[in-house]
Nanobody, 123 residues
Framework: VQLQACGGGLVQAGGSLRLSCAFS????????LAWFRQSPGKEREFVTG???????DYADSVKGRFTFSRDNPKKTAYLQMNSLKPEDTAVYYC??????????????????WGQGTQVTVSS
């Protein structure tokens, strides 16, 4: 499995960005996809994720502002980020693990990672 994340950038507080994660190498629908983020000096934390069959799970800090989606024919997962705040500044990573039913919030449960894309929100 290979994951390629893109879409990061610099945005003002209150703005929006959409990240994409292109998946290749295996059957996309058999994998749970998730987004994590990591700020300098902090642990990598779960943001959101979903399997092909169940609704997305969201961290409390992003609930109502971020939306996870996946396009199976395109083998791509998306993270729509609205109402961005300076505290959302981080490197965002997409991750995958073979699982059709459950999403884990634990980074150790994921076998495959994209390279990360920087999101910077200015105040």
């Amino acid at each position: 499995v290979q994951l390629q994340a893109c879409g990061g950038g610099l945005v003002q507080a209150g703005g929006s960005l959409r990240l994409s994660c292109a998946f290749s190498g295996h059957t996309f629908s058999n994998y749970a996809l998730a987004w994590f983020r990591q700020s300098p000096g902090k642990e990598r934390e779960f943001v959101t994720g979903a399997t092909n069959y169940f609704s997305a799970d969201y961290a409390d800090s992003v609930k109502g502002r971020f939306t996870f989606s996946r396009d199976n024919p395109k083998k791509t997962a998306y993270l729509q980020m609205n109402s961005l705040k300076p505290e959302d500044t981080a490197v965002y990573y997409c991750a995958a693990r073979w699982d059709v039913y459950s999403i884990s919030r634990e980074k150790k449960e994921y076998d495959y990672w994209g390279q990360g894309t920087q999101v910077t929100v200015s105040s």
